[in-house]
């Protein structure tokens, strides 16, 4: 069953989780899909967007889990 989502709903979701922030910030970075859990994964890859190879995204305030490289 194809998923459909207006442009006004993608734009919010966009808004919310890919914000962008000026300034000093400390957190993780993650790139490319490990930005994402797997359901927004998977709607994402469902509804055709695809992801820039040098997208980088910042969890403000998050730390690599211990033992992590």
């Known amino acids: 069953m194809p998923v459909s989502f207006s442009e006004d709903k993608i734009e919010g979701w966009a808004n919310e989780y890919l ?3 000026e ?3 400390e957190g ?3 790139k490319g ?3 994402f859990d ?3 994964s998977k709607l994402l890859i469902g509804m ?3 992801l ?3 997208l980088l995204i910042i969890e403000k305030g998050k ?3 211990v033992g992590a490289d």
């Open 38 to 40: 797997a359901d927004d």
């Open 28 to 30: 993780i970075v993650l």
């Open 63 to 65: 730390e690599p889990p």
């Open 19 to 21: 914000a962008r922030e």
């Open 52 to 54: 820039h190879d040098d």
């Open 33 to 35: 899909w490990d930005a």
């Open 23 to 25: 300034g000093e910030l």
């Open 48 to 50: 055709g967007i695809g």
